[in-house]
């Protein structure tokens, strides 16, 4: 077995950095994903993680997260810190409070991998962002929590950032909520997710 290493991967509002390199995936799906009770405490909090994970399952035509609720909150997510974790305990989406990024990083990623093999990641979204949710009609000027959930999910599944405005793993926030007319590198989500 090769040596474990993690590997953070960052979204923004303004210019981000931390792509991961090289393709890594997990060994089979659906994978189970856990979320923090202060995370989805609202309706549409909820309603926008359901609309993230829903539009990678009908990208790749099948189920890629097994949702297991709201994590134990008398358990650590990561043995460590959250910003260097010695492993993770947890798939976990949560708000990460104090946020220890720059404040324009809306998002980060922690993948634990061994041998190109995902094992665990963390989702932390920065608590003080202004969020918009569902559509983000009227909006505009805000950041989508959709868009937000389900571009760290791409990063959760494995994807890197990709420069494209209209690919949802492009590294910047664009206006609106609307996942619909947004594409993913088709090719790296099949590679990903086909036969595991």
């Known amino acids: 077995m090769g040596q474990g290493r993690l590997v953070s991967i960052l979204v923004g509002m303004v210019l981000l950095t931390g792509c991961g390199k090289g393709t890594q995936g997990w060994s089979s799906f ?35 997260f097994d949702y297991k609720g709201t994590w134990d909150s008398s358990q650590s997510y990561v ?28 998002g980060e990623t922690t993948v634990h991998s061994d041998n190109q093999e995902i094992k665990g990641a963390l989702v932390m979204i920065n608590p003080s962002t202004q969020f918009c949710s569902g559509d983000c009609t009227g909006q505009e000027y805000m950041t989508s929590q959709r868009k937000t959930f389900t571009h ?10 990709i420069q494209d405005q209209t690919n949802i793993m492009y590294p910047d926030a664009t206006p609106g909520g609307t996942l619909s007319g947004l594409t993913v590198d088709q090719a790296t989500l099949t590679s990903l997710t086909v036969g595991r």
């Open 30 to 64: 659906p994978v189970p994903i856990y979320s923090s009770s202060s995370l989805l405490s609202s309706t549409q909090a909820q309603s926008d993680f359901q609309d993230a994970m829903a539009f990678w399952e009908q990208k790749a035509g099948k189920q890629i």
């Open 79 to 106: 043995s460590g810190s959250v910003t260097n974790p010695s492993s993770i305990n947890g798939n976990v989406i949560f708000f990460q409070d104090p946020w220890p990024f720059a404040p324009n990083i809306v």
């Open 152 to 161: 760290e999910l791409g990063h959760f599944i494995g994807l890197v950032h």
